[in-house]
Structures are given as C-alpha cells and as structure tokens.
C-alpha cells in the first residue's frame, strides 16, 4: 500500500470521531486534505469548521463545508490533523506544512485531538525531521543565534512566509530527549512564534495507516 493510501485509510478511521451537529477544527497538510475530501460526503452531518491555514481554509469552502472563526465558536469538541513525527506517547513534530502556530491554537483549543498519520511518520524519538519554528522576522538572527546555542543547526526555509507573516527556520539537530521541556524553553526565546513541538497538549489519539489497516495508539 503506497504512503499516500495509508493517509487516506487514516483519514477515514477519524471520520468515526465526527458525531452529528458539531464544529470541529481542521488541520493542514495532504493527510488533513485526505479528511476534508471524505468530510465534504457527510457535510451535512456538521455544523462547519475552524480552519488551520488559509490552505485549509480555501479547501474547506470548496467543498461546501462552513468555515467558522475560532473566536466565535468556543471549545471544540475534535480537531483532527496530520503530524511529521510521532511517537508512542503522541507527541507530535508538526510544521511541515508552516502552519504550526495556527495548530498548535486549534489543538489548544480541542477536548481531543486525533491525528491522521502513515506508518512512516512513527518514530522512537522526535528529531529526525528538522524542527520548525515560526519567528517574528526582524527576531531571526537573535533566534538563530539561540538556537545554535541548545546545540540547533536552523536554515530559514526559503521563500515562505506563515499565514501571520513570519518566516520559519527549520531545526536540525536538537537532542529532543524531553520533548515536554524543549516545547516550554524554545518558547521563551524572545521573538518565537510557536514551535513545532505538540508535546505540552499532544495527541489525544493517534491513527497509523498500516499495510495491514489503521492502528490506534
Ligand atoms: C502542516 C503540518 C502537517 O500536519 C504535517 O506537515 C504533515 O503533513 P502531511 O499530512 O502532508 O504528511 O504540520 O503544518
């Protein structure tokens, strides 16, 4: 089975988490994409969506599903997204896509959090896929230079700019031993966004497309 049809294997086990007459946050990435083309079958199930990223956004409309702000709508009963990374424990490398602060606000803001996932992004220990971090632009040496000093090797991802105007460096080689301290201390550097760290609210269910069907962790 090719990655991409675990995806959408995964994609559909989340759709048994979508009850009748909710609003529910929506995540960003080809596997979150996956879910909204199964969502647009039973829309009328739903009472709209929050949207992740302007990308999930324009998706969400097409397929003729309300999108709502987050601000209007409370506490959501489900957010359902993709990861890069995830281990046992559900902790999460997110960002791949750049859309890490606006997820890691709906994730925040979810009673349970599930995550749509192939095989392939479960991991041992978070790092292997560098780390991305959303920085204020003008905070991007200050924040390199930080960086670097935890043992970090980030590159500004080229050309891209996050839907709140920033820039992303991507991080490679943090020693991400305790995921839950790493995710406070990049936080506090001045001039940080969000990182992709989803380990302080992680995954409340995680589902892995496998060659032999989903599996649940
Ligand atoms: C976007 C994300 C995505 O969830 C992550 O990059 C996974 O993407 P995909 O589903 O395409 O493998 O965090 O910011």
């Known amino acids: 089975m090719s990655a991409d049809d675990k995806k959408k294997a995964a994609a559909a086990a989340a759709l048994d988490y979508v009850e009748a007459g909710l609003v529910i946050g929506v995540g960003t990435g080809s596997t979150a994409n996956h879910f909204i083309d199964l969502l647009a079958k039973i829309k009328s199930r739903l009472d709209g969506a929050v949207a992740s990223s302007k990308s999930t956004e324009v998706r969400l409309k097409q397929a003729g599903i309300p999108v709502l702000d987050l601000n209007g709508v409370g506490t959501l009963p489900l957010y359902v997204d993709g990861a890069d990374e995830a ?47 959303e920085v204020i632009p003008m905070a991007r040496s200050y924040v390199a230079r930080r960086l670097v000093s935890l043992g970090g090797q980030p590159k500004l991802r080229d050309g891209f700019t996050t839907d709140n105007g920033n820039i992303i460096l991507d991080v490679q080689n943090l020693d991400i031993l305790n995921p839950v301290e790493l995710e406070g201390e990049l936080d506090h550097i001045a001039g940080v966004v969000a990182n992709g760290l989803f380990a302080r609210r992680p995954a409340d269910v995680l589902l892995l497309g496998t060659d032999s069907g989903v599996t649940k962790l």
Do not use: Q, Y
């Open 87 to 133: 281990t046992r424990h559900r902790h999460l490398i997110k960002g791949g896509g750049g859309a890490l602060t606006r997820e890691k606000i709906v994730a925040a803001a979810s009673e349970k959090f599930v995550c749509i996932a192939d095989d392939s992004k479960l991991v041992g220990r978070l790092g292997a896929f560098p780390l991305p971090i």
